[in-house]
Nanobody, 124 residues
Framework: QVQLVESGGGLVQAGGSLRLSCAAS????????MGWFRQAPGKEREFVAH????????YYADSVKGRFTISRDNAKNTVYLQMNSLKPEDTAVYYC?????????????????WGQGTQVTVSS
């Protein structure tokens, strides 16, 4: 069992930055690959970024590539999402998720555990 708690969301102006954190419980954190997803009102949950067990491989949605950076600190059981050059269209609830087995990292389906989400609002 893994519990995930996101933090770091808030209101920021376009062009600004935020860093989201996702703290995981349990001693098996390093066994899980981690992802960030987001969901805007009236839209489906969409993939943002993914990182492998060691942190050596990262994957991004085209819409955030070059602006967002995913990282993890296995000693602190935490995964991060650094968001720069934020745009109004980045406004959404952001969720972190953990997946143990291989699967489509860009799809919500394979992920085993989810956090409660943190709101990010970007004003124009």
């Amino acid at each position: 069992q893994v519990q995930l708690v996101e933090s770091g969301g808030g209101l920021v102006q376009a062009g600004g930055s935020l860093r989201l954190s996702c703290a995981a419980s349990g001693r098996t954190f390093r066994s899980y690959r981690m992802g960030w997803f987001r969901q805007a009102p009236g839209k489906e949950r969409e993939f943002v970024a993914h990182i492998n067990w060691s942190g050596g491989s990262q994957y991004y949605a085209d819409s955030v590539k070059g602006r967002f950076t995913i990282s993890r600190d296995n000693a602190k059981n935490t995964v991060y999402l650094q968001m720069n050059s934020l745009k109004p269209e980045d406004t959404a609830v952001y969720y972190c998720a953990a997946v143990r087995d291989y699967g489509d990292y860009a799809s919500p389906g394979p992920y085993d555990y989810w956090g409660q989400g943190t709101q990010v609002t970007v004003s124009s």
